[in-house]
């Protein structure tokens, strides 16, 4: 199906508060073109290279997205024009990504990645590591960035039931880290194949990109 198509029937199964953000990794600008003549303006990539070369090339008023692994050595290429990170995994991390914005005169929206699945290749921190980073007081010494809310992705499985609980995890932990910092309340977590249970347990941010634009090819 076309991506307009594509994009309005997902649009019309979530509520509005829930932020849709299309995944457009691998995918070439004309498709993202398309989602933005439908309306679209938040994108995700997962590759700095890829992600600076369609920053240039598409209109400026889209909102990027980083939602890969993003190491400390790329942060700025990124740091002038990225909207939000989704992907921080260490307080290294987020201290480079406030010299850039620093050095950009701007500040950076990003959010701590927890690691929610069972699977060991998974980025992030632990709940209990994300709880006593936030509880340190170490974030608010960093005047360039702003940590709004977390991501997390479940596990790569057929169990429902496992899912949930993953997604039900993270919400928890939102809600805890509300009580020391209000400022978090974005809640990254759904993507093609779960994003309707992760609304269910309290996304509103959801991350699509084959739903969208098609499975992606990797062999390019
Ligand atoms: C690729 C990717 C997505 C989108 O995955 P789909 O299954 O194509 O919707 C979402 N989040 C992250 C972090 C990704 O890397």
Request: charged share 25%; hydrophobic share 35%.
């Amino acid at each position: 199906m076309p991506v307009r198509e594509n994009l309005s029937s997902i649009l019309k199964n979530i509520p509005g508060s829930v932020t849709l953000v299309a995944v457009s990794k691998t995918k070439p600008n004309e498709l993202v073109m398309e989602a933005y003549a439908a309306g679209q303006r938040d994108f995700g990539e997962n590759y700095v290279q890829e992600l600076v070369s369609k920053q240039e090339q598409l209109p400026k008023d889209i909102r990027w997205h980083f939602i890969g692994h993003l190491q400390s050595n790329k942060v700025k290429y990124i740091a002038s024009f990225v909207h939000l990170i989704h992907g921080i995994d260490s307080l290294k991390l987020l201290k480079e990504v406030d010299k850039q914005a620093a050095k950009n005169n701007r500040k950076i929206n990003c959010l701590l990645q927890v690691h929610i699945a069972s699977e060991e290749t998974k980025f992030g921190f632990s709940g209990e590591e994300c709880f006593d980073l936030v509880k340190s007081g170490e974030i608010e010494k960093l005047a360039n960035v702003n940590v709004c809310g977390l991501m997390g992705m479940a596990s790569n499985t057929e169990d429902e039931t496992r899912i949930r609980e993953e997604f039900r995890g993270l919400k928890q932990l939102l809600s805890r880290l509300q009580e020391l910092k209000p400022e978090i309340k974005i809640l990254s977590m759904g993507m093609s194949s779960d994003y309707l249970m992760a609304i269910e347990e309290g996304s509103n941010m959801i991350r699509i990109g084959s739903t969208i634009f098609g499975e992606r090819d990797y062999s390019k």
